[in-house]
C-alpha cells in the first residue's frame, strides 16, 4: 500500500497562549506517520503520511476551555466598585490581587475595548498595544466593551489558564462615543 502526504493546518484560538499550542502538539502527535510539524503565526501546520483509503480524521482539540471568557465564567470573580479615573481602577485592581496574595497575570476586555480611550480621558496617552502595564492584554467577544478583567493566579508568571480570580471592572459608558 502506497502512503501519500496529507498537509494539514490547524488555526490557533487568539487568547489561548502557549497552552493552545502545546494542545494542538500533543492531538497532532497522537496521529500515526506524523512527519513534519511547523509553528507559524498563531497556526499549526503538519504533515503525515496516510494510505489512500485512510479516512481523515478530525482532531478533537478543546480549544473552548482556553479561552478567558470560559477561564473567567469557570473562577472566583470578584466584581469592584466604578471608579471614573483609569489609572486609579487599574491600582485598585492591582491592590486586590495583593491582598488576596495573588499575582496578577493577564488582562482581558472586549474585542473593541474602551480600555485605550479611558487612559486617554484620564490624561494619559497609552500605545494601543497587546500589553497594558506590563501584562498580555487579550480580548474575547463574549465581553462587552466596557469590561475589563484581571486574572491573578497563586503563583508569579503564570498564565491565564492557572487562573484562581478575576477582578472585573466596568469602565465609563461615555467612552462609547
Known amino acids: 500500500m502506497e502512503l501519500k502526504e496529507r498537509l494539514s493546518k490547524i488555526t490557533i484560538p487568539k487568547g489561548s497562549g502557549t497552552e493552545g499550542f502545546v494542545r494542538s502538539l500533543r492531538g497532532i ?19 503525515r503520511l496516510a494510505h ?17 471568557a470560559y477561564i473567567i465564567k469557570n473562577t472566583d470573580l470578584v466584581e469592584l466598585d466604578y471608579i471614573q479615573e483609569a489609572p486609579k481602577a487599574l ?4 491592590r486586590r490581587a495583593s491582598l488576596d496574595r495573588l499575582y496578577p497575570t493577564v488582562f482581558v476586555g472586549g474585542t473593541r475595548s474602551y480600555i485605550w480611550k479611558w487612559f486617554q480621558s484620564s490624561g494619559l496617552e497609552l500605545p494601543v498595544t497587546d500589553e ?3 501584562l498580555p492584554f487579550v480580548t474575547d467577544e463574549e465581553f462587552t466593551d466596557d469590561m475589563l478583567f484581571m486574572c491573578a493566579a497563586p503563583v508569579r508568571g503564570s498564565t ?4 484562581q480570580r478575576a477582578y472585573k471592572i466596568l469602565m465609563p459608558e461615555a467612552l462609547n462615543e
Not at 30 to 46: C, D, S
Open 91 to 94: 491600582a485598585l485592581l492591582f
Open 29 to 47: 502527535l497522537q496521529l500515526p506517520r506524523v512527519q513534519r510539524i511547523v509553528i507559524e503565526r498563531g497556526q499549526v501546520e503538519f504533515m
Open 52 to 68: 489512500a483509503e485512510e479516512p481523515d480524521k478530525p482532531l478533537n482539540i478543546d480549544f473552548e476551555t482556553l479561552r478567558p
Open 132 to 134: 497594558l502595564y506590563g
Open 160 to 163: 491565564i489558564v492557572d487562573t
